[in-house]
């Protein structure tokens, strides 16, 4: 199926441990991005690559890093994991200035 | 003060009633999205428009460049259109300002 994917669905972990967030778009889509939603239901943008070129940068903390090996994958490693941390992560991708498609969402849990 | 507001902030319908969802934002932007949330958690892109008005089914958005104001209806609602309705505008490219969403939900 054409999809954005994102793993892991669900992700509980406790404070200061590292981990990875996995998403793969197999769209054909040049763009991806990565959004924080908040426990209010709050979307922020965090990054986008085009074409494995970062090209938004929020003001988030260097904990977080993107990675792209490729135009279709795009990973979100987050070192010394916080409390505040805890959020749902969504991936998404479009081509550029078109609508977005986004994955499920990987729901972070720090302890 | 957010840069995108959305009202209302929860609303509920009965089953067939039409509804209104408005969108105001303060900055100027390329597009405006409208996106849906079901309570699974998924989000869907519903439309992206930077002028006049799109129809897709039971669902129209309209926005008003000069107004900086949009508008998603409903018509005919059904209990499978509740959800989280979320306003979004582009500053450039697609950086993407968020509303914080409008809870629908329609009683059959």
């Known amino acids: 199926d054409t999809a954005v994917s994102q793993t892991p669905k669900y992700l509980v972990t406790q404070m200061g441990n590292d981990k990875s967030i996995k998403c793969e778009q197999n769209?054909?889509?040049?763009?991806m991005y990565w959004y924080k939603q908040d426990s209010k239901k709050f979307l922020k943008i965090m990054f986008s690559?085009?074409?494995?070129?970062?090209?938004i940068n929020e003001t988030v903390p260097n904990r977080f890093s993107p990675k792209s090996p490729d135009k279709a994958h795009l990973n979100l490693h987050i070192n010394s994991l916080e409390l505040g941390d805890s959020a749902v992560y969504f991936c998404?991708?479009?081509?550029?200035?078109?609508?977005?498609?986004f994955g499920n969402g990987t729901r972070l849990t720090v302890t | 003060k957010n840069e995108v507001e959305q009202s209302p902030q929860n609303l509920t319908a009965q089953e067939g009633e039409f509804i209104t969802i408005n969108c105001s934002y303060s900055v100027g932007i390329s597009a405006l999205h409208w996106l849906q949330q079901h309570p699974g958690g998924g989000i869907v892109s519903l439309f992206m428009l930077s002028s006049g008005k799109k129809k897709h089914g039971r669902l129209i958005a309209t926005i008003n460049i000069q107004e900086k104001h949009s508008s998603l209806h409903i018509t005919a609602s059904h209990p499978r259109d509740s959800a989280v309705y979320i306003c979004a505008v582009s500053e450039y490219g697609n950086k993407l300002v968020f509303g914080a969403g409008t809870i629908l939900r329609v009683k059959s």
């Open positions: 998404a991708s479009s081509p550029y200035n078109s609508p977005l498609h």
């Open positions: 690559y085009n074409n494995k070129e970062l090209i």
């Open positions: 769209l054909g889509h040049d763009t």
